[in-house]
Nanobody, 117 residues
Framework: QVQLVESGGGLVQAGGSLRLSCAAS????????MAWYRQAPGKQRELVAS???????NYVDSVKGRFTISRDNAKNLMYLQMNSLKPEDTAVYYC???????????WGQGTQVTVSS
């Protein structure tokens, strides 16, 4: 089992910044993929950014150049630095981890990010 706990959400004005953190614990394999997803009201959950244990990253086009995903493998932590925030970034942000010999996905409880115009 894997437990994921997000933190760092909040209310910020457009153009501001927030840093989300995700702490992972439990049965974490050395090789895995971690990601941030978000879900806005009335919309489907979407992938925001991902990073594998080797540090390879991937971003959805709408956040490229504004968001940076990173991780600390030694501490099982993942971060999302969000700059130049826009009202359309408002959503619940979820941490996700996929690992295991038979890949299995785990979710955190989510943290609310609200960007006011």
């Amino acid at each position: 089992q894997v437990q994921l706990v997000e933190s760092g959400g909040g209310l910020v004005q457009a153009g501001g910044s927030l840093r989300l953190s995700c702490a992972a614990s439990g049965s974490i394999y050395r090789i895995n993929v971690m990601a941030w997803y978000r879900q806005a009201p009335g919309k489907q959950r979407e992938l925001v950014a991902s990073i594998n244990s080797g540090g390879r990253t991937n971003y959805v086009d709408s956040v490229k150049g504004r968001f940076t995903i990173s991780r600390d493998n030694a501490k099982n932590l993942m971060y999302l630095q969000m700059n130049s925030l826009k009202p359309e970034d408002t959503a619940v942000y979820y941490c996700n981890l996929v690992n295991g010999v038979v890949p299995q996905g785990y979710w955190g409880q989510g943290t609310q990010v609200t960007v006011s115009s």
